[in-house]
């Protein structure tokens, strides 16, 4: 088998394929499509290696929300490196830091929480979620009150737990998960599942008595908690239908069921509020987020608890001794300084004001792209949205997964100077940092619609349809 071309010599490009493994990728095709090398970034804009400009329109994976460049957390980090650049939180040790960004998140916080407590990630963050409900439930003596029910296509993570909850195939398949206990109810994605004749509020109902189901089926004494994220991101960006979470909301309360929102994308403005739990009226007992809390600058992430919660924590703890659980990075002081400032930034340059503002242009240019022949569904909100590629609109048909559709709209996009992403299938996603104007919102939808053209044009040329 010959070499492709960039395995030659010393370049950026050869030694990445010699030396790395890459996450979320066909290894098979990066051995011969190779990496994109990204040098450095400024605002909303990423540079290659070749020096060719693209705009990030994922904020990265759904989290710059400054854009890259702002010199305000690269101060904060500085500074505190210099104060002090690392410690821990176990055995009652603390930093200054820690303690200003919980008291922040709880000021900020949809709903009264009583206690933050500090991760790495948003996996470690759900992780995390599963064995506070465990360990809140064995300190109520309810042992066996601990399945925790998660939905199709919703995401949320890659640790064990995580990967469980979320309900995606390729995380399960080759992974050996889900692991027990963790269960999945429908996806309420109306376009999709939605039944000829059935409203958007009827969808939902069905939706709750699905769930209602399930919990009774499986018995509610052994049913814990209930986990969604406010927009399903990595699942294709799916807008919950009208009344979805009032509805939900009101059986987990009948069963007595915790309701976690996993806002570690629609967390920090994402959705033109600072929550996706204030867009879509959920009252979360637990919350996590990740992403926007540093704007990404560092890995730094939060899980949220209720009062209730944390008093059965702390009973817990009284009866068997220390709490078992944290990271050597929890609360690490660099990362929370570099978060302080993000959730200063938001207010001193009123980001959730400037979402609503700009966020109109947003989504009437989305809009505009339902016409588009590629086009099955345009879901938006905020700063953040999708378009569905099917191969007939009349009837939804996707492509033929063998077609990698979303995989070469994808390409074509970046060809012409925007980096979106095909997510769970062929559904295009725009997630841009928060501080995107208005004009760069319509320069970044006139790269985005020349790479549907093309991809269009490419799928009458090679017949997919
Ligand atoms: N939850 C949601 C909603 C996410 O979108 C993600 C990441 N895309 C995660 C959890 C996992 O976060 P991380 O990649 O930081 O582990």
């Not at 919980?102 to 009264?112: G, M």
């Not at 992403?291 to 702390?314: H, N, Q, T, W």
Request: proline residues 5%.
């Amino acid at each position: 088998m010959s070499s492709p071309s960039f395995f030659e010599g010393n370049s950026l490009a050869a030694r990445d394929a010699k030396s790395l493994i890459h996450s979320y990728t066909n290894l098979s095709q990066h051995e011969k499509e190779g990496p994109l090398i990204i040098e450095k970034g400024k605002g909303i804009h990423v540079f290659d290696d070749s020096g060719k400009e693209y705009i990030e329109g994922l904020a990265g994976l759904w989290c710059t929300s400054f854009g890259f460049g702002e010199q305000e957390l690269i101060n904060a980090a500085i500074e505190q490196m210099q104060k002090l650049p690392y410690y821990h939180s176990f055995a009652s040790k603390s930093t200054e830091p820690g303690i200003r960004l919980a008291e922040k998140l709880l000021d900020i916080a949809p709903v009264e929480f009583s206690k933050a407590f500090f991760v790495n990630s948003g996996s470690e963050a759900n992780d995390t979620v599963v064995k506070l409900v465990w360990y809140y439930n064995n300190a109520l003596g309810r042992p066996k009150k601990k399945k925790i029910i998660a939905r199709m296509k919703g995401y949320h993570g890659v640790t064990v737990a995580a990967a469980s909850m979320t309900g995606l195939p390729p995380l399960h398949n080759d992974f050996d998960l889900p692991i027990q206990g963790i269960l999945h109810t429908s996806c309420p994605h109306y376009y999709r599942f939605g039944k000829d004749g059935e409203s958007e509020e009827e969808f939902a109902s069905r939706m709750a008595d699905e769930l209602e189901q399930l919990i009774l089926s499986e018995g509610p004494d052994t049913v814990a908690a209930f986990i969604a994220e406010p927009i399903m991101g990595a699942g294709g960006v799916i807008v919950p239908p009208a009344t979805y979470f009032e509805k939900i909301q009101a059986v987990l309360k009948k069963y007595d069921v915790l309701m976690i929102a996993d806002e570690v994308i629609c967390g920090f403005g994402r959705t033109g509020q600072m929550w996706g739990s204030q867009t879509f009226h959920i009252k979360p007992d637990i919350l996590s987020c990740a992403k926007a809390l540093s704007s990404a600058y560092l890995p730094i992430a939060a899980v949220m608890v209720s009062e209730d919660i944390f008093r059965g924590m702390v009973s817990q703890s009284e009866k068997h001794g220390a709490f078992a659980h944290g990271y050597t990075y929890s609360g690490h002081p660099v990362p929370a300084a570099v978060a302080m400032r993000t959730m200063e930034l938001m207010e001193e340059r009123n980001i959730l004001e400037h979402v609503r503002n700009v966020s109109p242009r947003f989504l009437n240019r989305f809009a505009a792209l339902a016409d588009h022949p590629l086009v099955g569904e345009v879901r938006s909100c905020g700063l953040i949205g999708a378009v569905e590629l099917v191969a007939d609109k009349k009837t939804k048909r996707s492509f033929d997964p063998k077609h990698k559709a979303g995989h070469l709209a994808y390409l074509a996009m970046q060809d012409e100077g925007v980096i979106s992403r095909a997510v769970a299938g062929d559904n295009m996603a725009l997630c841009p940092p928060l501080i995107i104007t208005e004009s760069e919102i319509d320069e970044m939808f006139d790269r985005f619609e020349r790479g549907l053209d093309k991809a269009a044009a490419m799928a009458d040329k090679e017949n997919w349809r």
